[in-house]
């Protein structure tokens, strides 16, 4: 069963617009951590955040803001102002026990000028 | 800075080799994963290693195998290359046990087999 549902496959915007990425997990721990990672063209997958399922509390670094919701099992990543430079593949994951990080699909984000 | 390198960024190979895919990582990190990356399926995990010489299995570990000998170095040999096995290949650690832990990755292998 496919653990971390991304349902976008592709997004495209253009420069200042906002754009939400959406991302639904399944699991039955009461104790999980949930990431985001950016694969830019380069190829590397970088890491974003990190947030563990006892904290619900949104969070907002610069123009990158996630929201938490265990009622609804989602970790959705919201880039306000988006810029060309955003552009890239976005992967949500989810780790419910050590050494096990399952990913999503991936929603691939293209901003344009 | 956090390093993981992958040896080689484009690899072909013929059907039926045995492939070599190398990772090192610079950070004595205790954990070390192979990944595959095909379009509409994410990250698959191919196989894990906590320790030297120890391996797990991951979600598609048929026909790959791994090799840890050193605590830097996560090897994912391919026994006999087949077409399917065309994809990226990724390879990240992560410092220990724990679920979290965020891992690092290495910037990819594209292997393409003919």
């Known amino acids: 069963a496919q653990k971390v549902t991304q349902a976008q496959t592709e997004i495209s915007v253009v420069e200042k617009e906002d754009v939400t990425l959406d991302c639904v997990y399944e699991?039955?721990?009461?104790?999980?951590?949930l990431f985001w990672y950016k694969q830019p063209p380069s190829g590397e997958l970088v890491f974003l955040i990190r947030r563990n399922s006892f904290d619900e509390q949104n969070e907002i670094s610069g123009r990158y803001s996630w929201n938490f919701q265990k009622s609804t099992s989602s970790f959705n990543f919201t880039i306000t102002a988006s810029q060309v430079v955003d552009s890239a593949v976005y992967f949500c994951?989810?780790?419910?026990?050590?050494?096990?990080?399952?990913f999503g699909a991936g929603t691939r984000l293209t901003v344009k000028p | 800075d956090v390093k993981v390198t992958q040896s080689s960024r484009y690899l072909v190979k013929r059907t039926g080799e045995k492939v070599f895919l190398e990772c090192v990582q610079d950070m004595d990190h205790e954990n070390m994963f192979w990944y595959r990356q095909d379009p509409g399926l994410g990250l698959r995990l191919i196989y894990f290693?906590?320790?030297?010489?120890?391996?797990e299995k991951g979600d598609i570990p048929e026909g790959y195998s791994v090799s840890r000998e050193k605590k830097e170095r996560f090897s994912l040999i391919l026994e006999s290359a087949s077409t399917n096995q065309t994809s990226m290949y990724l390879c990240?650690?992560?410092?220990?046990?724990?679920?979290?832990?965020?891992?690092?990755f290495g910037q990819g292998t594209r292997l393409t087999v003919v």
């Open positions: 699991t039955r721990d009461t104790t999980y951590y």
């Open positions: 290693s906590y320790d030297v010489k120890m391996k």
């Open positions: 994951a989810l780790s419910e026990w050590d050494n096990d990080m399952r």
């Open positions: 990240a650690s992560s410092p220990y046990r724990g679920r979290e832990t965020e891992a690092f």
